[in-house]
């Protein structure tokens, strides 16, 4: 079985997405902090999320890597991760955020999910967690049968995950990722496909900061 590489590329509703898998294991540059050993793989769902969702609002990739450093130099890693308002506040102050698609105002992490959907209908894009511990992008709002859903774009691909499932209502074809299953010895042992790209319920968002689309 294939594996998933480094990127996923799918068309949606008219826009073709070239999404950051995380899974991938070649994803081996340092995103350290204290000189822990972690790496984009195991600890850079903040960063992928971030150019996921520069990458919806202006169709262009962001470098991963270059924007993992960037992180780590302006404040923007920290102990649990991915500190996102620090580091959206720093892309907006040296002008990344603007060369990316979007303008950070210090919005979000308020919960008022209102608020979110309206802004993701309008265009606009965010970052949230979907559970506790793991950052996704939000590109894309709707109403199904009176429910309001978001559409996640998720670098570690958590649709099947036991924390997040209940809330999927669609997955999206052509966002499959394969991925391996190692045993408590390390070996492989399976593989399994779980979806980057899929709709959720509102209701299941956290702490969200809110990006701005400007005009191309």
Known sequence: MELTGKYISVDYDGIHYELGNQRCRDWTHPYEWDHNGSTLTNAGCGIFSIVNAAQYLRGERVDPEKLADFACQTGGRDDTGTDRPTLLAAMQAHGLAARHGFAYQGDGLRNDLDTLHDHLLRGGAALCN??????????????????????AADPFSESADE?????VRECIPGSEVISPIKNDAG???????TYALFWAALSTVKDFNLLHRLNP
């Open 130 to 151: 979907l559970r506790v511990g793991h950052i996704v992008a939000l590109i894309g709002g709707r109403t199904v049968n009176g429910e309001k859903q978001v559409l």
């Open 163 to 167: 924390r997040v499932r209940a809330a």
């Open 187 to 193: 070996l492989i042992c399976g593989y399994q496909q």
